[in-house]
């Protein structure tokens, strides 16, 4: 059974950095992708960044493309999201999720770490 865990949330003033850190146990020979998503205070779950697990290629929606970068270490089983230039709108509780093909869906979630940005 996949485990993720992510680490690396905080607090940040607006402008700043934080690199979030999902670590996946149970192995990783099923998974396709992996994933961020993040929700804010009332409003619902929403796609951050997506992986490939075995060639890279990445996927961001645009009001995150440029600012948020995704990545992922395949010998360490960990998968990364560096957030730059952060605005109070980036606010939210970042979630990792896993999943073992190529479809929307995903099987696997994390328990979620808290950002917060101040103005």
């Known amino acids: 059974q996949v485990q993720l865990v992510e680490s690396g949330g905080g607090l940040v003033q607006a402008g700043g950095s934080l690199r979030l850190s999902c670590a996946i146990s149970g192995g990783t020979l099923g998974i396709y992708k992996m994933g961020w998503f993040r929700q804010a205070p009332g409003k619902e779950r929403r796609f951050v960044a997506a992986i490939n697990w075995s060639i890279g290629s990445t996927t961001y929606p645009d009001n995150v493309k440029g600012r948020f970068t995704i990545s992922r270490d395949n010998a360490k089983n960990r998968v990364f999201l560096q957030m730059n230039a952060l605005n109070p709108e980036d606010t939210a509780v970042y979630y990792c999720?896993?999943?073992?093909?190529?479809?929307?869906?995903?099987?696997?979630w994390g328990q979620g770490t808290q950002v917060t940005v101040s103005s």
């Open positions: 999720a896993g999943s073992p093909r190529a479809t929307m869906a995903y099987d696997y």
